[in-house]
């Protein structure tokens, strides 16, 4: 739960150290796999959240591997970690106390990424994606209405844990450089996922009542996803303001030969300067009924004979707002990201043989001008750069990492 | 400026807010929160639709009353430039020259149109941070399509990969990568274009074209394909490693309102412990769920028999006993749980109670990272529609008050 944060710092520039337990991050097991291979070295999911980082293991259950641990700790500015309530409190209880390391170390910025935070009644919970979700007002706004709340796919809690973490990673460190004190930044996932409610908590305070689940929402034609013949999009036509409107719809169907009999004015009358509040007036809507259901149908007919990058393309051509529910592979494949170059291509080491694995690697979230994201080595193998950053950097003589290595605290 | 605002990260970084909506305009509060002055630029001609939108203060009307506008915009101060009017970009020009970042989720149109692209900054602000936050990037064959939250939560394989797959995708219910995917990513990109300038004296631009911020959140997905050519589809609540892994309906509550119950079990320990706590139900003792592996192959019989518990329980209690039994278990909380039965945020102090002239004490996010030397925090509610324009016109903008009637009567200022 805390990969993005680092690789955000990463993308940026900084130099990322990941530091795993002996046999490395257990998350290293997590799926997608490279040619669907389960292993420690071939995890798509640990490559893409940690392409560009570096790799030691040490570990922190060892008198030496905590020293080691602080003295690296030395050579950084800034400390990530997403340690579990329990895991914080032992570590303090044998001797890594982040106070003191503040202490000792002015202006270091030590980052802690937590389900619910360091204080509070619910501090000691565990968390994971989905109950962050749950806890964060999220879940219960997404999902169909006459099914479960549902979680939002890409484990999206973590991510906004990594977001929130490394601005405030970023804020602590400019104020650290700019006089000298660093501090301890606190993520709450709780928190940070929570101000995706929207409006319902805003809704909540100032008219007493929840927000409910509204799905795929099918009540106004043209507003909803649709499906087409090669799976969904959807489509927001119809509002004031958001492109182009109802009409141009009907202009499009009726060049294809498919406006049937939208083209009786009624149609563009209607929904050009359609009301919303309609829906509240059950006469009215009764009234209207009748223009709704057909529009809806020769609209879903229209739709559904199209592919969804047909009707994204050639929609988004005539300003309506239309969008491809995406796939994975409408999104591998849009030539718009290819045209942009947004992929990075990278070559990375595996356990599976000599040869790497050549990928295709997703690329960064911004682009800054002069100081373009970098990503210029692939996600580290388990402690691979021992020697690089215990002896050269750190300054452990190669003597003491034997030992140290015999111990098992490396 | 007072002490405290003295003290915070950004204190003394001025930023022209010409974003609105969503995206721009939280990553704009973000840096207000941690002490940048940030004016937003409004005008009558186009005002902002969050301001007109819902939810608004009961029994009021106007720019001012809507929350939805308001938690987004707090701290900043208001000033009224319609950029249509001859003489405006004159009055933009002398706002961003005295600005460090400037920002902006306008289109690439309207960016050229009123010569805000980052060259035209840069003729009279060539140390200026223009960040912007384009749909479809500020170039590429989709350049000009239109897109909203609503519509980007499709476009970059969030609705695919979110509801049941046997069922049609479900979205999210909310225009989601507008509130912390965009503007955060945003802000982490300004602050480290501010590093670099406070480093090097050099500025730069950021574009963050949304779809690819988004898309980067989805990266383990979107390598699957391009790695080993599979296109992965939703899975509900379900997991690949974790289970049971879902959310599951509770006994309602004494008004009718629905409950339910998110429990994520990720190790034996946890299964072990969630067998405990639930001994008075069918599932712990049956043997097709000793091991990961067949209780995956038994999942539709095992949430069901799971649902059968927790139907008569009560979540919250049901939550705690959970969770001190050592399982990931949380209420799946609704907007009144947020708001004022959950403790613990109130003990922390996330939400902020603010008093706002039209709508009174009002319910604002808090930061979305808390600094534990430098917290920040809201410094001011929303401001009123056009409420500093003669503050930041002398103060920031060094116009004399004749210069900002002669303005005002030629309709730049209001």
């Known amino acids: ?410 | 400026m007072t002490d405290s605002t003295n003290s915070q990260p950004l204190a003394g970084v001025r930023v022209a807010d010409f974003s609105w909506f969503g995206a721009g305009p939280i990553a704009g509060r973000t840096l207000a929160d941690f002490g940048a002055d940030v004016v937003r630029v409004e005008s009558e001609a186009r005002v902002d639709g969050l301001r007109l939108g819902q939810p608004q203060k009961p029994g009021k009307s106007g720019y001012n009353v809507c929350a939805y506008f308001n938690n987004f915009n707090a701290g900043k101060r208001s000033l009224l430039l319609n950029m249509s009017a001859e003489g405006a970009r004159e009055v933009a020009m002398r706002l961003i020259a005295s600005s460090d970042i400037f920002l902006s989720n306008l289109t690439p149109r309207v960016i050229s149109r009123w010569g805000l692209t980052y060259e035209d900054l840069c003729e009279i602000k060539p140390d200026i941070i223009a960040a912007y936050q384009p749909m479809q990037g500020l170039w590429g064959p989709h350049r000009d399509f239109l897109g909203f939250g609503a519509v980007l939560t499709p476009t970059t394989g969030i609705s695919h990969l979110s509801g049941e797959p046997e069922r049609r995708p479900v979205g999210v219910g909310t225009n989601y990568p507008d509130y912390v995917v965009n503007p955060g990513h945003t802000v982490v990109a300004i602050l480290a274009a501010l590093r670099h300038r406070r480093r090097t004296g050099q500025g730069q631009r950021v574009e963050l074209a949304q779809i690819e911020s988004v898309a980067a959140t989805m990266g383990p997905a979107l390598l699957d394909y391009t790695a080993n050519g599979v296109n992965q589809i939703r899975r509900g609540n379900r997991s690949s490693w974790q289970c049971p892994h879902g959310i599951y309906r509770c006994r309602d509550d004494a008004n009718g309102r629905e409950r339910w119950i998110a429990i994520a079990i990720s190790d034996d320990v946890q299964w072990d412990a969630l067998c405990t706590t639930a001994e008075a139900a069918s599932f712990p003792a049956d043997e097709r769920f000793g091991t990961l592996l067949s209780r995956r192959r038994h999942e539709d019989e095992l949430n069901a028999m799971i649902s059968d518990w927790t139907a008569t329980s009560e979540a919250s209690d049901l939550a705690e006993r959970l969770q001190s039994a050592g399982v990931a278990a949380s209420v799946v909380h609704d907007a009144e749980d947020m708001c004022e039965h959950e403790e613990h945020l109130a003990e922390r102090g996330f939400y902020a109670y603010l008093d706002h002239p039209e709508t009174g004490i009002s319910l604002y996010d808090g930061p979305i990272v808390k600094l534990h030397e430098t917290p920040g925090g809201l410094s001011a509610p929303a401001p009123l529609f056009g409420e500093h324009t003669f503050e930041v016109a002398t103060e920031r903008l060094g116009y004399s008050a004749d210069e900002v009637a002669e303005l005002t009567a030629a309709g730049v200022l209001s």
Not at chain 1, 18 to 24: C, F
Not at chain 1, 181 to 204: F, K, P, Y
Not at chain 1, 375 to 393: F, T
């Open chain 1, 1 to 410: 739960m805390g990969w993005y944060a680092g690789k955000l710092l990463s993308d940026l520039g900084a130099d990322v150290i990941k530091v795993e337990p002996p046999g490395g991050d257990p998350s290293r097991g997590r799926a997608p796999f490279w040619q669907g291979r389960a292993g420690r070295e071939t995890s798509l999911r640990f490559w893409y959240f940690n392409a560009g980082k570096r790799s030691v293991t040490v570990d922190l259950e060892q008198h030496d591997g905590r020293w080691l641990f602080t003295e690296l700790v030395k050579t950084a500015d800034i400390v990530l970690e997403s340690w579990t309530a329990a895991e914080r409190g032992h570590h303090e209880a044998v001797g890594l106390d982040v106070d003191r390391l503040l202490a000792d170390q002015p202006a270091l910025v030590w980052v802690s990424i937590t389900g619910f935070g360091l204080d509070g009644p619910k501090s000691g919970w565990q968390v994971t994606d989905l109950i962050a979700q749950a806890a964060s007002g999220i879940a219960t706004l997404a999902g169909y209405p006459d099914g479960s709340p549902m979680r939002i796919g890409g484990n999206q809690a973590y991510i906004a844990a990594g977001i929130s973490a490394a601005q405030g990673a970023m804020l602590a460190l400019l104020q650290a450089e700019a006089t000298g004190s660093g501090q301890r930044v606190e993520t709450s996932i709780q928190e940070a996922m929570s101000i995706c409610q929207e409006t319902a908590h805003l809704q909540w305070d100032f008219q007493g009542t929840s927000r409910e689940r509204i799905g795929e929402q099918h009540r106004i034609p043209g507003i909803g996803t649709y499906q087409t013949r090669d799976g969904y999009i959807y489509s927001m036509v119809g509002i004031p303001g958001f492109g182009a409107p109802w009409s141009e719809l009907i202009r499009w169907m009726e060049e294809e030969g498919q406006a049937e009999d939208l083209t009786d004015p009624k149609y563009a009358e209607t929904f050009d300067n359609f009301n919303l509040r309609i829906f509240l007036i059950e006469e009215e809507l009764a009234k209207l009924a009748p223009i709704l259901e057909r529009a809806q149908a020769v609209l879903s007919k229209f739709y559904a004979g199209k592919t969804s990058l047909e009707l994204y393309e050639q929609g988004q051509g005539r300003r309506l707002l239309i969008g491809q529910v995406a796939t994975p592979a409408d999104i591998g494949n849009s030539q718009h990201l290819a045209a942009r170059e947004w992929w990075l291509e990278l070559d990375q080491p595996t356990t599976l043989g000599a040869e790497p694995a050549h990928l295709r690697l997703p690329g960064p979230p911004y682009r800054l001008s002069e100081t373009p994201a970098a990503i210029d080595r692939p996600a580290p193998m388990i402690g691979e750069h021992h020697q690089a950053i215990w002896v050269d950097e750190v300054g452990i003589s190669a003597e003491d990492l034997i030992t140290f290595a015999g111990e098992g605290a490396i």
